[in-house]
C-alpha cells in the first residue's frame, strides 16, 4: 500500500503561481511513478503531468506546457507540481497517483492505484 496526500492549493488571481505537493508514505514510497491529474465541476478527470520514479522522463498535457512544472524529491518521497501564469480554466481539485508497476500508459487515469485526496485550486479573473 502507498499513501499520497497532496497539500498546496488556494485561492489566487489569474497570473499567479501555486505549488502543489504530493508527499508519498507506505511500502516502496521512494522513486515511484507520480502522475499528477485535476477535476474540475461537471467535467471528467483529466491528465496534467507525470514524472517517471528517478525523474528522468516528465510529460505534461498541452494545456499546462510551458507554464507547470513536475518535479521530486526521492529523499523527501514528495514530488511537486509548480503552476505558473495560473488561467481561471485551470481552476480543479488537483490530484496526485502512483502504479503498482511502471508500466502502462502515463496518461490515463484508469491506469493508476493510488490516489490521494486532492486538493482544491481556485484561480480567480
Known amino acids: 500500500q502507498v499513501q499520497l496526500v497532496e497539500s498546496g492549493g488556494g485561492l489566487v488571481q489569474a497570473g499567479a503561481s501555486l505549488r502543489l505537493s504530493c508527499a508519498a508514505s507506505?511500502?516502496?514510497?521512494?522513486?515511484?511513478?507520480i502522475g499528477w491529474f485535476r477535476q474540475a465541476p461537471g467535467k471528467e478527470r483529466e491528465f496534467v503531468a507525470y514524472i517517471s520514479g528517478i525523474g528522468t522522463r516528465t510529460y505534461y498535457a498541452d494545456s499546462v506546457k510551458g507554464r507547470f512544472t513536475i518535479s521530486r524529491d526521492n529523499a523527501k518521497n514528495t514530488v511537486y507540481l509548480q503552476l505558473n501564469s495560473l488561467k481561471p480554466e485551470d481552476t480543479a481539485i488537483y490530484y496526485c497517483?502512483?502504479?503498482?508497476?511502471?508500466?502502462?500508459?502515463?496518461?490515463?487515469?484508469?491506469?493508476?492505484?493510488?490516489w490521494g485526496q486532492g486538493t482544491q485550486v481556485t484561480v480567480s479573473s
Open positions: 507506505g511500502r516502496t514510497a521512494m522513486s515511484i511513478p
Open positions: 497517483a502512483t502504479k503498482n508497476s511502471p508500466g502502462g500508459s502515463y496518461y490515463f487515469s484508469k491506469d493508476y492505484d493510488y
